[in-house]
């Protein structure tokens, strides 16, 4: 592996995911690129938050100290699993709905040159599947490359 690229959330299932994404990367010398989702309602959420906060305080806040504040939580959470590892990360903000998720990780991983995705799938029967879709299976079946899928528990 030369680039992966790591789908992540906070949850326990993508510590693990993100565990075995550190450990191939440290074995084949390789880099990590972590794209790290922010929910598109939960983002507008924050932005009005934001902007409430600063007419209180008479400030002017910028929509990308959200995405900065996210793309920190990614760096700590990473940090928190890779403990000393000696890694080249990059942090990627991606905001948007989770049916564009698959989408976007396929786009993320050819943007940067990922030769492997690390995603968290749910378990789903083959019809929750088909009526609800499965970003996992989505970037399993897109993605021209290595795959590696954490089913959540």
């Not at 990614?74 to 698959?102: C, H, M, N």
Request: hydrophobic share 40%.
């Amino acid at each position: 592996m030369e680039r992966g690229l790591v789908s992540l959330r906070e949850s326990a299932a993508h510590r693990d995911l993100l565990a075995e994404a550190v450990s191939c990367a440290a074995g084949s010398d390789g880099e990590l690129a972590v794209l790290w989702h922010l929910d598109d309602d939960q983002y507008e959420e924050d932005v009005q938050t934001l902007e409430a906060v600063g007419r209180i305080e008479n400030v002017e806040y910028d929509h990308s100290t959200i995405v900065e504040g996210a793309a920190e939580d990614a760096q700590a959470f990473v940090e928190s699993v890779a403990g000393e590892a000696d890694l080249d990360v990059r942090i990627i903000v991606g905001v948007g709905s989770e049916t564009a998720q698959a989408e976007q990780i396929l786009e993320t991983a050819d943007e940067y040159g990922c030769d492997h995705v690390f995603v968290v799938g749910n378990a789903r029967s083959p019809t929750g599947k088909a009526v609800f879709g499965d970003t996992a299976q989505q970037v399993i079946l897109g993605f021209d490359g290595f795959t590696t899928t954490k089913l959540a528990e």
